[in-house]
T-cell receptor, first 113, second 112 residues
């Protein structure tokens, strides 16, 4: 039981390049989330999904797209990376139990030059 | 937008001392969670408090949810170097789907 895994662990991009971050969970959770963590800003929700085939915007969705084609996977895409997207990205998943216990992956560090 | 203010932002104390971290909001949350994050890792849940006035203890850590469910505190007794880390409070609105609202965190350093 690996929990929540994220790929890649670290990536360097040039401005304008695109990439996809992959999140996978093996806990059969319905809900999945993408957050970014920046110094002094805490964790901010980018997009989330309440089930396979569904996605919704969070607090800071601009510049990102997501897809949830399979229940266990949640992909975060950057179509044209900008330096402002340099951050640490965390994926999380949860059951719906009314108390929102979320399980986080180890994070992906992204540097956009 | 619901906001959670954590204080202090940074705290460095000696081993054996007691400390309290606060998490305050003007909004009501259906539940509030405390996470601990180590460098290079994702946050890990410590506790969830749901009922106003609720107190939960986890060894030397005591968590309290305010009566009005707008604030919470984390008290550590006899801090140990192993308690060093980033402590995050996070509130849930109750709808489940909107994710958590996180505070900016408290960086805690316990010096031996």
């Amino acid at each position: 039981n690996a929990g929540v895994t994220q790929t890649p662990k670290f990536r360097v991009l040039k401005t304008g390049q695109s990439m996809t971050l992959l999140c996978a969970q093996d806990m059969n959770h319905e809900y999945m989330y993408w957050y970014r963590q920046d110094p002094g800003m805490g964790l901010r929700l980018i997009h989330y999904s309440v089930g396979e085939g569904t996605t919704a915007k969070g607090e800071v969705p601009d510049g990102y797209n997501v897809s949830r084609l399979k229940k266990q996977n949640f992909l975060l895409g950057l179509e044209s990376a900008a330096p402002s997207q340099t951050s640490v990205y965390f994926c999380a998943s949860s059951y719906w139990g009314g108390v929102e216990t979320q399980y986080f992956g180890p994070g992906t560090r992204l540097l956009v030059l | 937008t619901q906001l959670l203010e954590q204080s202090p932002q940074f705290l460095s104390i000696q081993e054996g001392e007691n400390l309290t971290v606060y998490c305050n909001s003007s909004s009501v949350f259906s539940s509030l969670q405390w996470y601990r994050q180590e460098p290079g890792e994702g946050p890990v849940l410590l506790v969830t408090v749901v009922t106003g006035g609720e107190v939960k203890k986890l060894k030397r850590l005591t968590f309290q949810f305010g009566d009005a469910r707008k604030d919470s505190s984390l008290h550590i007794t006899a801090a140990q170097p192993g308690d060093t880390g980033l402590y995050l409070c996070a509130g849930a609105g109750g709808g489940g789907a909107d994710g958590l609202t996180f505070g900016k965190g408290t960086h805690l350093i316990i010096q031996p």
